[in-house]
């Protein structure tokens, strides 16, 4: 299959400005078939990939080739087919333990999405382990989905949340979560890089001062696995979890990764079918981590589809992805500070490459429309982190995020099209 | 019921107007009204949380007044854009009862042509219908109590 955006030793075509470090991105853009559409007449500029990225055609063809040629359902039959996916199906548990490097492939939990990944902590250990006036910390640029499953919890059980505070970077105030780590703190659930101010929390550093005090913690890696290499044992985490579909992979297959012995001592999440060991109706049994939380019949295709993400992914080289991020990152900064008017949130050392801005003056629907009529696609309004917009004091922004798809040219586009805005509505 | 002709004559206004525009120009000309709407001012007072249509990108505020028994509307928006979308809608479907609001469809928002404006824009106006039938009917029925 030759869907790899460049594979290892082979000569790098010659693309002008972007090739660096053997990364060839006009290469890898033609490995992205709806790339090369267009909207409202004009070429498309994908600057959303922090809501989901697009997909390279090694991933849709292998969901391809599962529902033409192998399409079953799995852990159930005796039969060829049956055996053959189910053993592809739990080969890409493996696929996801090397890609964190998780110690074991039974300590990777497969769910819909990051957002079940962490309902599934907050009601299982959460709802085993945590009570009345113990206290979670997250931090203020969590998404919702690393606060409301807390704040259901809170409802039910009588459990505090603590709110670890940003500086005006979208740094973590370091010393104020030390500080919140005192007392009655049961557990930290925070993310590892913030999908608004694309800022990287010290995640090390953070599982280090908990552990300390003997507190284990979440990170909420949705934004961070597609931008940096990670390493859940040298994070030391205690739960990771991440979603499929911003990883390049497809949409409704997220992953939660648990230290073995906390999954070993956490109830079932839902009841039904893969997740018993034996049922009567007297008395059922669960299966081991991880199928014990896996009720029902899993995202077969799309476990498929992430496993070849992650391996395209691999091939290409999460530094060699990384760096040239950071260098489309470092070019846009620039070329957006030096518009008028343009107001940046987040300018912590070491972000990743999304970019939360508004043009001041202008409404940031009015700027994203424009860039839209210009065939620019990025988010706006609060993405889904209302208390953080409540921080940064607005009601919204423009968020462009970048990926490993973008170009400088992109940029400058961006860039002609926010001009057009200040003409528009300046 | 249908709404007598001569209502619609500020809609069929905009619907023509739109019609012979491309998409770049449609864009432009909402920004237009939008601009436009600006300078005929909407009440400071009435950009509060009670006049507030929850559930959009941007704010949108709308008030109501009943002159007999007709609505009369008046929009405002913090984005330029939107305030064109909302100014559009309040005077194309102002001055009709609200038995004569209940009539107007999401082909009339359709009949509009905004459609190349993105799909969500035109779920917002179907919101903006709503919420406009709404308070027709709302001032009714205080009306009738009273
Ligand atoms: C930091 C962060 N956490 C959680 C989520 C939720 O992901 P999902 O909707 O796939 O569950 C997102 C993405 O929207 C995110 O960026």
Redesign the interface.
């Known amino acids: 299959m030759n869907a790899i955006g460049q594979p290892a030793g082979q000569p790098t075509r010659r693309a002008g400005h972007n090739i660096e470090g053997g990364f060839d991105v006009e290469r890898i853009r033609q490995d992205f078939p709806i790339l090369s559409r267009q909207v409202h007449g004009k070429p498309l500029v994908y600057f959303d990939s922090g809501a989901s990225a697009q997909k390279p055609r090694a991933v849709i063809d292998a969901m391809t080739e599962v529902l033409e040629n192998e399409y079953t359902n799995v852990h159930r039959g005796a039969h060829y087919l049956s055996q053959t996916l189910t053993d592809r199906y739990e080969g890409v548990r493996e696929t996801i333990a090397r890609f964190i490097n998780a110690p074991s492939e039974n300590q990777i939990v497969i769910t819909r999405n990051t957002t079940e990944a962490i309902n599934l902590v907050a009601a299982t250990y959460g709802r085993k382990f945590l009570g009345r006036g113990d206290g979670v910390v997250v931090s203020t640029m969590e998404h919702h989905a690393n606060i409301v499953p807390w704040q259901m919890l809170r409802d039910e059980k009588g459990i505090e949340l603590k709110v670890a505070p940003i500086d005006d970077t979208g740094a973590l105030d370091l010393d104020a979560y030390a500080a919140l780590l005192d007392g009655n703190t049961k557990l930290v659930a925070i993310t590892h890089c913030s999908n608004v101010l694309g800022t990287m929390v010290p995640a090390a550093e953070i599982v280090r001062l908990a552990h300390d005090r003997g507190i284990p913690v979440l990170l909420d890696g949705s934004q961070a696995v597609v931008h940096s290499t990670v390493d859940v044992q040298a994070l030391d985490a205690d739960f990771y979890v991440f979603t499929g579909h911003k990883l390049y992979g497809p949409n409704a297959i997220g992953v939660l990764y648990g230290k073995a012995e906390l999954l070993a001592q956490m109830p079932p999440y839902q009841g039904g079918g893969d997740m018993i060991a034996s049922v009567t109706f007297e008395k059922t049994t669960y299966q081991e981590p991880p199928h014990r939380f896996e009720a029902g019949t899993p995202p077969i295709v799309e476990a498929i589809g992430l496993g070849a993400a992650m391996d395209y992914v691999s091939a290409i080289g999460m530094e060699a992805i990384a760096a040239h991020e950071k260098s489309l990152l470092t070019y846009a900064t620039e070329r957006l500070m030096a518009q008028p008017g343009i107001q940046l949130f987040g300018t912590a050392p070491g972000k990743a490459a999304i970019l939360s801005f508004i043009q001041q003056g202008i409404h940031p629907f009015d700027t994203a429309a424009t860039l839209d009529r210009e065939g620019v696609a990025v988010r706006v309004g609060q993405h889904c982190a209302e208390p953080l917009m409540g921080r940064l004091g607005v009601d919204g922004t423009v968020r462009a995020s970048l990926a490993m798809y973008n170009t400088t040219a992109e940029v400058d586009t961006m860039i002609r099209a926010l001009e057009r805005a200040r003409t528009l509505f300046g | 019921m249908t709404i007598a002709a001569e209502k619609l004559a500020q809609y069929d206004e905009y619907v023509e107007a739109l019609e012979i525009l491309d998409?770049?120009s449609r864009?432009?000309y909402i920004?237009d009204i939008g601009k436009r709407a600006d300078k005929t001012a909407f009440p400071a007072e009435c950009m509060d949380d009670a006049h507030l249509m929850h559930g959009c990108?941007?704010?949108v505020w709308i008030i109501h007044s009943r002159e007999n028994d007709r609505s009369i509307f008046r929009g405002q928006s913090?984005?330029?854009?939107?305030k064109g979308l909302v100014s559009m809608m309040t005077g194309s479907f102002s001055g009709l009862t609200s038995g004569e609001l209940a009539e107007v469809t999401l082909d009339h928002v359709r009949g509009l042509n905004l459609g190349?404006?993105?799909m969500q824009r035109q779920v917002g106006m179907m919101a903006m219908l709503k919420h406009m039938q709404k308070l027709s009917l709302q001032a009714e029925r205080a009306e009738a109590a009273d």
Do not use: G
């Open positions: 998409e770049e864009f432009e920004i990108m941007s704010k913090d984005a330029i854009i939107v190349a404006l993105t």
